[in-house]
């Protein structure tokens, strides 16, 4: 069944605040199979935040995460995120069309600090596939 087209526009609870710390950028690092070497976390650590509003959207939405397939992922900062802030992450659906039975979903995230400052906006693009006839 396609994904309704009234989700355009529509913006998704905030995730819960998430502590940066050097503890959780080192094990980010880490997976990469990189060293952390102190200073500001890499460009691509915010996914740790976006991915958890996209789950969240997924499961308001009953979109089954094994029927995604992750398109393309980019990132806009405003400042370098480093240990110590605490950020939110909120989804807006941006977009949405269907094609040979898969829906094409744009997402955006603006993660944003404790301040409630823009840190870095994120959009991605899912693929969700339609059920196999």
Request: aromatic residues 6%.
């Amino acid at each position: 069944m396609p994904v309704d087209q009234s989700l355009v526009g529509r913006v998704f609870p905030p995730t819960r605040p998430y502590a940066v710390t050097e503890e959780a950028v080192r094990t980010f690092v880490a997976a990469t199979g990189d060293e952390y070497a102190g200073g500001p976390a890499p460009a691509t650590f915010p996914i740790v935040l976006a991915f958890d509003a996209m789950n969240a959207f997924l499961a308001a939405e009953a979109i089954e995460l094994h029927r995604i397939v992750h398109g393309e992922q980019r990132f806009a900062y405003e400042r370098p995120i480093v240990p110590g802030d605490v950020l939110t992450a909120t989804l807006t659906v941006s977009s949405l069309r269907q094609i040979a039975g898969n829906d094409i979903i744009g997402t955006t995230s603006e993660i944003t600090d404790d301040s409630g400052a823009l840190v870095c906006s994120t959009s991605a693009t899912l693929v969700h596939r339609g059920a196999a006839s």
